[in-house]
């Protein structure tokens, strides 16, 4: 098993999805990228998407994200509020402009087909790229989206990075991590500081979670300010501008930092608080909605989680501080890489606990460790929040990441609060279930679940809902 670092896990990207838009896209940038000709010679380019690509693609905005992927579009720094006109204008003049300049014929209603009546044997996410060049030959190449926004070419194994392994801290096991925290004394967060030191300076490492901070806050802000409907159909309106207005009532402030300082001061009751933390996941994950810019955590649909119960840990318990957001963000990773190699955080592999479940867990293990738990507590809350979301199907309606989705987010974060007050004020020792346990029991439940139940929007909501999807 490949090392994963928090890096993987928290990667900048473009929304609906992780597993259906960032990585078609990363994969469609990386295929036209790695082409040994020069992409000049290319007469045709058609992409094959199968199974739950092709099933939910539509509404995730697998197209859109291919064409963006194949022009070369870096989803980390591209510019969120151009896409509806980049892809008004592919469509207009039928054409990509791949990298380089070179432009090339390109209908997207016959050159992405849909498949979704065929898998092929690796994952349901996959998608095959064909380019045929001015010679008449033709190169074709098949990928996999396995979650998250991981990939995979047919021909490799893993992600293929090079980092040196093995780690002074090498982790499979939620036991594993338990055994080097009681070796080394050091809490989770610090384990991973470690294993990551190996990998790269830590002020790069400082910087990379800066970044990855910022674009959750920015995400969070932007959603909290952002109104009307959201794209795809299903005439969903944005709900977190909406509330934080309400909660505020005519509060003044100029930017981002003045706004947190603002929701702090007006209060900390229950409802006030609890209000917040569904406000925080509701802005991302309609952000996430809309095609606008998110942190995987560990996936697009889930993006919400994190950021929300962060939020609420920086707002309403500590002093915001860099340290405190590092530690936060190391010991969600380590969670949720567990998950990822233990189980899976593909929705098209074991439905929404592996990705509102995992989130949940994740935040809560997090949460856990920044409110002064042990090691034993973090992973007795990621053990509880798992727990409670085992089984959860993913049934989106109209394949869009909106119903229920969004809403999702934010029982994903309330869960996530229970589950570390409940650990903080328990014995570890007395746990019956340890987190091994239940990310074996979800991996097992992921296997059992029907396929419809496995983001094809061929069950549950999505058949119950209809909607008329329409395009970017
Ligand atoms: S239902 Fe859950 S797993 Fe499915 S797309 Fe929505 S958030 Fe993702």
Known sequence: MEPLSVLDMFKIGVGPSSSHTLGPWNAARRFIS????????????????????AKTGKGHGTDVA??????????????????????????????????????LHFSPETDIEFHGDRLLPRH???????????????HNETW???????????????????????????????????????????????????????????TETDRAVAAIWKTMRDCVYRGCHREGVLPGGLQVQRRAARQNRRLLDGAAYEDVDAWH???????????????????????????????????????????????AVLHYLLIFLR????????SFLFTASEIGCLF???????????????????????AAAALTECMGGTPAHCLMAAEIAMEHHLGMTCDPIGGLVQVPCIERNTMGAIKAITAAQLALSSDPDQARVPLDGVIRTMWETAK????RYKETADGGLAVHIPVNISEC
């Open 66 to 103: 291919v064409m963006l992927g194949l022009e070369g579009a870096d989803p980390v720094s591209c510019d969120v509020d151009a896409i509806p006109d980049r892809v008004r204008r592919i469509r207009g003049e039928s054409c990509l402009q791949l990298p380089g300049g070179h432009r």
């Open 144 to 202: 996999y989206s396995v979650g998250g926004g991981f990939v995979l070419r047919e021909d490799e194994e893993d992600s293929g990075n090079d980092r040196p392994k093995p780690l002074p801290y090498p982790i499979e096991t939620a036991a594993d991590v338990a055994h080097w925290c009681r070796e080394s004394g050091l809490s989770i967060s610090g384990v991973v500081a470690r294993n990551e030191e190996s990998w790269r300076h830590n």
């Open 34 to 53: 790695g082409l040994d000709r020069s992409p000049e010679s290319a007469q045709q380019i058609t992409i094959r998407l199968y199974g739950s690509l």
């Open 448 to 451: 059992d679940m029907n396929t």
């Open 319 to 326: 002093e915001p501080d860099p340290a405190l957001i590092r």
């Open 261 to 307: 300082r603002v929701i702090r001061e007006r209060g900390e009751g229950f409802s006030y608080t609890l209000d917040w933390v569904s406000c925080f996941a509701l802005a991302v994950n309609e952000e996430n909605a809309a095609f606008g810019r998110v942190v995987t955590a560990p996936t697009n649909g889930a993006a919400g989680v994190i950021p």
């Open 124 to 138: 349901p996410n996959a998608l095959e790229f064909i380019v045929r060049f001015a010679d008449d030959s033709t």
């Open 340 to 362: 990822k190699k233990r189980a899976t955080i593909s929705a098209a592999m074991g439905g929404c606990q592996a990705e509102i479940g995992v989130s949940s867990a994740m």
